[in-house]
């Protein structure tokens, strides 16, 4: 008998054929998440879970699923899993390293230069048949080429994001829970604390997991410190930034611009105050959004599954079992 797997989410096709070779499949294939009562019932006789960000995967979770020998996140970041909860319990959990890193930098660079030289303002200005003729004073923005970039989190995208950023001849600027100095030799980067980080930077990328240290690491204290015409990226997790800090932020003139790929809350409601001011770009949480990385994730995430329910270690594993 094949062992039996659930999985919160349609996957690309060559990873769920991978799948249904070796497993019993039962896929929530809906456009939303299943809620977690109905998560709850589907893991009682489920040997392994594969699931994604939206999907709170908690102790008592867990213990609805006595047979349980996987969890597999199909994902970098694992902040809705209670990884301690599945050490506790025996229960391997994997998520999916690496392969995002340049198409989250990428995305993250697009929205630095987007954000920079106001893209989504002048599509949304010729759009409402504005544009009337050329002026010298339209939609200025600002030099990317010669500004200074302060990366928060030195991992793997956010030195793939300093890698980009060399390549504009921008200063660079980092802070991190540990310094790099292979980076630093490597990019030309500077390692230096938070507070000279926010004087100094014209653009600040956000490349950190969420902790209890990092929740709400952006709020009214560090915007107060930014300069007027700073441009804040967020591809990392929307509550790393307080919202409402950062909509006063931006209708007061303390920053000058945010390029956010993820909100707190998320998705943003169509009525939040975010949305009604011009000098932000929001899109919905698709820096990873390539058909290469998510098939290689949906693969790495199959590739974890199907160890686990084998009782075999996990070639992606979070926790040690």
């Known amino acids: 008998m094949k062992p039996k797997v659930y ?3 349609h996957l690309p096709k060559v990873a769920l054929a991978k799948l249904v070779e070796t497993c019993d499949v039962e896929i929530w294939d809906e456009e939303f998440p299943p809620d977690y009562d109905l998560l709850t019932e589907k893991v009682a006789d489920k040997d392994g879970l594969v699931c994604l960000l939206t999907d709170k995967i908690d102790a008592d979770l867990m213990d609805a699923g006595p047979n349980l020998k996987v969890i597999s996140q199909v994902a970098v970041g694992y902040d809705n899993i209670d990884v301690p909860a599945a050490t506790a319990r025996q229960i391997p959990v994997g998520n999916t390293p690496g392969v995002l890193t340049d198409a989250t930098a990428d995305f993250a660079f697009a929205l630095l230069m987007a954000a920079a030289r106001r893209v989504v303002e002048g599509v949304d ?51 991190s ?18 507070d000279t980080l926010l004087q100094e930077s014209d653009f600040i990328s956000l490349h950190v997991n969420l902790t209890d240290k990092t929740r709400g ?40 611009y945010a390029a956010l790929d993820v909100t707190d809350p998320e998705p943003l409601p169509v009525d939040h105050k975010l949305l009604t001011l011009p000098n932000i770009i929001i899109v919905p949480h698709i820096a990873s959004a390539t058909i290469t990385s998510r098939t290689k994730m949906a693969m790495m995430a199959v590739e974890n599954v199907i160890a686990g329910v084998k009782g075999e270690p996990l070639p992606f594993p979070v926790n040690s079992i």
Do not use: H
Request: aromatic letters at 8%; proline letters at 2%; glycine letters at 12%.
């Open 125 to 175: 200005y010729v759009r409402a048949d504005k544009w009337q003729t050329w002026g010298l004073t339209l939609l200025l923005g600002q030099d990317i080429a010669g500004a200074t970039l302060g990366i928060v989190g030195m991992g793997r995208i956010g030195q793939a994001m300093a890698k980009r950023a060399a390549g504009f001849d921008m200063r660079l600027l980092y802070t």
């Open 7 to 9: 999985v919160t989410r």
């Open 217 to 256: 690491l952006f709020g009214a204290e560090a915007f107060g410190k930014m300069k007027e015409t700073a441009v804040l990226i967020n591809t990392a997790r929307g509550p790393v930034v307080d919202s409402d800090a950062l909509y006063d932020a931006l209708k007061e003139g303390q920053i000058g």
């Open 177 to 194: 829970r540990q310094r790099k100095p292979e980076a630093e030799a490597k990019l030309g980067a500077a390692y230096v604390d938070f």
